[in-house]
């Protein structure tokens, strides 16, 4: 269980490192995609959304999902059974992007990126009060928690016209209100905005159980507080199910056009989970005979910088990460719960029939890993730690240059 706090984190230098740590950081992601968008041999790949000859620089913050993304809040949602539709991508993110247009009228495009970077600063803020109220954590593992957070190679999506950095900020903001003795019932809407934003909010379901069944010595009062809870806890995905039944007739459409988006032949649920249970999904990544090999996905790029041949490598990662802090009780029980539900919902749903597409990215809201690596790096002498973070830098500015030239970084 995570420890109850009295003390308020600090104000202003709370602030200021968010911001020296935010700004240090997006101005690589922002020199990366300057360079990709102007100056980068751009990718032969073909995506609908390409758009090569644009010169807005905009817009290449919002390459491939953010395309999607700027369609549903310009045009709203379509879906067509038999192609991808864009009720794919849950409603939190691209709503708030409209809602920014309407206030202030600037492109979506922009609009969207804003709202990425906005959640991202408030969640690195978030984070940082975070770690401040952790009692007993050993001398600068605050602020290499941060910088892990803030450099991690694949975090440049935080950065981009993608929902992620809203799903982190909710989730830190949920587990702080937990650790700060928040209304469970507040925490539990809050959780329900979680699954509007990106479906792996449900991840966040079971620490708030736990905590709102540990909050209370009274079975009746436990029971009470859970039977509310509940409901609220899926306000957002049940309104968007509702919405979808209303709209198209198929309250599980999002679901259904998934399909749409598998890279391995049709297959049953059985033989995904045996293969995922066999982590066939990891390895099968490196296997050139297999259909889920790297290469047939990536013709362009050096197993040093694809991010298709990087995905399990990253996945496995944060596991053993999150595996590894669960089992030194550097995290609380509620952290490791939201750490490895993020993973497995990630890995159960669409490990397999996407080819591991993507996992870095779905993984990556696993906060708790970020803490357990800033422990470490803060056991490692300075200059070990130095290099480390220096590479992580590096990679986050080469991957912003890649997704910026349309490469296949999704």
């Known amino acids: 269980m995570c420890p109850e706090v009295d003390k308020q984190p600090s104000g202003w230098g709370l602030w200021i490192d968010a911001a020296v740590f935010y ?6 992601v922002g020199l990366g995609v300057s360079l990709g968008h102007f100056h980068l041999a751009p990718s032969r790949h073909q995506d609908h959304f390409h758009t ?44 708030a992007g409209r809602c920014l247009v309407w206030v202030t009228g600037v492109d979506y495009d922009l609009a969207l990126t804003l709202v990425a970077n906005v959640c991202f600063f408030f969640a690195l803020v978030l ?17 290499y928690a941060c910088l892990t957070l803030a450099l991690f190679p694949v975090g440049f999506f935080f950065r981009m016209a993608y929902s992620e950095s809203l799903l982190l900020l909710l989730a830190i ?27 792996v909010g449900m991840a966040l379901i079971p620490p708030l159980l736990l905590a709102g069944w540990r909050r209370y010595s009274s079975l009746r009062r436990r029971l009470a507080t859970l039977v509310l ?4 806890c899926v306000w957002g995905l049940a309104a968007y199910m509702i919405f979808q039944y209303v709209h198209f007739g ?4 999002f679901a259904k056009t998934q399909v749409h988006w598998r890279f391995r032949p049709p297959s049953d649920r059985v033989e995904q989970l045996m293969a995922a249970a066999a982590l066939e999904p990891l390895w099968t990544v490196y296997e050139e005979s297999s259909p889920a090999y790297w290469r047939r996905h990536d013709r362009e790029l050096t197993p040093v910088f694809s991010l298709q041949f990087a995905n ?3 996945f496995a990662g944060i596991a053993l990460i999150v595996g590894y802090g669960a089992w030194r009780r550097w995290l609380c029980v509620e952290e490791a719960l939201y750490a490895a539900g993020i993973v497995l919902i990630a890995y159960l749903s669409k490990g397999y029939e996407a080819c591991m597409t993507s996992q870095a990215r779905y993984t990556m809201v696993a906060f708790p890993a970020y803490l357990v690596l800033g422990r470490l790096l803060a056991a490692l002498p300075p200059p070990y730690a130095t290099v480390i973070l220096a590479l992580f830098g590096f990679l986050l500015g080469t991957y ?11």
């Open 23 to 28: 700004w240090a950081t997006t101005a690589i």
């Open 52 to 95: 090569p000859h644009r010169t807005d620089l905009v817009a290449a913050f919002a390459n491939w999902d953010g395309q999607w993304y700027i369609r549903i809040a310009r045009d709203g949602y379509f879906y067509d059974p038999r192609a991808m539709s864009s009720v794919a991508f849950f409603p939190a993110f691209p709503l």
């Open 127 to 143: 984070w940082g009060a975070y770690l401040r109220q952790r009692p007993n954590l050993p001398a600068r593992t605050g602020p």
């Open 173 to 199: 903001l949920v587990l702080y209100g937990l650790a700060r003795q928040w209304p469970i019932l507040m925490l539990a809407a809050l959780v329900g905005l979680a699954t509007a934003a990106r479906p």
């Open 229 to 232: 809870a509940m409901p609220l």
């Open 250 to 253: 198929d309250a599980l459409a």
């Open 312 to 314: 399990p490598i990253y």
């Open 400 to 410: 912003s240059a890649l997704f910026a030239g349309w490469f296949l970084f999704i």
